[in-house]
T-cell receptor, first 112, second 114 residues
């Protein structure tokens, strides 16, 4: 068990809607990252938060945003959903910069 | 050129055989390297970090060649439970995360046959 849990496990939304995905990390995991994994692809880095501030971002548009909270939980928000946003969304956390990331079980988002 | 390239396979291998797969990376500034394993419709799980001196964990051996920007994974005495997708991962930072995030290959699909 990685100690990283995500909710919900599956979600279906309509194009144009907004969605919020949630992640709960282990106590002490100050770093949380979000990744998008489309079918047949490797995970793609969306952004990273460290101590509640975004400190890194991949090649994703501003309609992808996030929050990290003091209780080691975090959110990924996606506005104006597009069909191509259908993917597995993975949250990963780490206790520190020297430790490998451990992933949660993911949220599978389908946009119709 | 993709940042991390892997042969997607599938590699069909009989149980008990030895299998090896490789990946290449384009960013010479990459500092840390990993192999992750991903089962169908599950999250990636860290299999092992990869060090320049090479490292072994039971039946698994990983090698890194910085000059050729090449990483390999060798699995000996393969088991049915080794069937999975193996993701090659590089990072510009010395850490497992970092502000640039991890860069994943598309993965190599391995099927161990009885």
């Amino acid at each position: 068990e990685t100690g990283v849990t995500q909710s919900p496990t599956h979600l279906i939304k309509t194009r144009g809607q907004q969605v919020t995905l949630r992640c709960s990390s282990q106590s002490g995991h100050n770093t949380v990252s979000w990744y998008q994994q489309a079918l047949g692809q490797g995970p793609q880095f969306i952004f990273q938060y460290y101590r509640e501030e975004e400190n890194g971002r991949g090649n994703f548009p501003p309609r992808f945003s996030g929050l990290q909270f003091p209780n080691y939980s975090s959110e990924l928000n996606v506005n104006a959903l597009e069909l191509d946003d259908s993917a597995l969304y993975l949250c990963a956390s780490s206790p520190g910069t020297e430790s490998p990331l451990h992933f949660g079980n993911g949220t599978r988002l389908t946009v119709t | 050129r993709k940042e991390v390239e892997q042969d997607p396979g599938p590699f069909n291998v009989p149980e008990g055989a030895t299998v090896a797969f490789n990946c290449t990376y384009s960013n010479s500034a990459s500092q840390s390297f990993f192999w992750y394993r991903q089962d169908c419709r599950k999250e990636p799980k860290l299999l092992m970090s990869v060090y320049s001196s090479g490292n072994e964990d039971g039946r698994f051996t990983a090698q890194l060649n910085r000059a050729s920007q090449y990483i390999s994974l060798l699995i000996r005495d393969s088991k049915l439970s080794d069937s999975a997708t193996y993701l090659c991962v590089v990072n510009r930072m010395y850490s497992g995360g970092g502000a640039d995030g991890l860069t994943f290959g598309k993965g190599t699909h391995l099927i161990i046959q009885p």
